[in-house]
């Protein structure tokens, strides 16, 4: 399926709010609103998102649109991998989130893992960054950077966090439900084969 209305979407939107952060001519900064506003629109005829919803999307960014950056762990432990169960969608999910600002991305997924499951680990390697316009076809509407990194077990004990509701290590063949907009299972294969071959480069793009 083409998500080409989406790219166009996306790519409207970021002009508008680059505008909307640097122009100071008021008729067009009106322009600027406009464009946003199509793309808003763009979006809700292709979605069942309501109107209403999708420039909050939107008003809540300012300044030169830039990619969203989430981070993943990977835990390994007997040859599984450390998983969360979502409150959100009721699926799982690598351990992790959006990068907050003041914090690398190691330290972030060391923040993430020990909120959201418990155990304390300490970050590695990284194993992979990749575009997520270019390794997922579930639609969404920001552009976002994915960062794997792998992690080792230190410590601490399976505990749910605020925003899951589950904890457990699964093996390669007997994977979960996965909540697919935060991983999916090509991703997961792709870390397994990391554990298993500690020399392999990291994948990019």
């Given at each position: ?11 409207i939107q970021a002009l508008s709010q680059s505008g909307l952060a640097f122009s100071k001519d008021k008729y067009d900064i009106e322009r600027y609103k406009e464009l946003r506003k199509i793309s808003a629109e763009i979006i ?162």
């Amino acid at each position: 399926m083409s998500y080409q209305w989406l790219d166009w979407a996306k790519r409207i939107q970021a002009l508008s709010q680059s505008g909307l952060a640097f122009s100071k001519d008021k008729y067009d900064i009106e322009r600027y609103k406009e464009l946003r506003k199509i793309s808003a629109e763009i979006i809700a005829e292709h979605t069942n998102l309501p109107m209403k919803k999708i420039p909050e999307l939107f008003m809540n960014e300012t300044g030169y649109q830039t990619p969203k950056v989430d981070v993943r762990g990977a835990v390994f432990k007997e040859d599984k991998i450390l998983m969360v169960k979502e409150k959100h969608d009721d699926k799982w999910s690598l351990p992790g989130g959006f990068c907050d600002v003041g914090l690398s991305p190691s330290e972030n997924i060391v923040k993430e893992i020990k909120e959201e499951s418990g155990y304390r680990v300490d970050a590695k390697k990284l194993v992979a960054l990749l575009d997520m316009e270019k390794h997922s076809q579930i639609p969404q509407p920001y552009h976002y950077y994915k960062i794997f990194i792998q992690c080792e077990l230190v410590g601490g004990h399976a505990k749910s966090g605020i925003e899951t509701k589950g904890v457990k290590f699964f093996s390669e063949n007997k994977l979960p439900k996965l909540s697919t907009k935060r991983n999916t299972e090509a991703q997961i294969q792709m870390l397994f084969e990391f554990m298993r071959n500690p020399q392999k480069v990291c994948v990019f793009d």
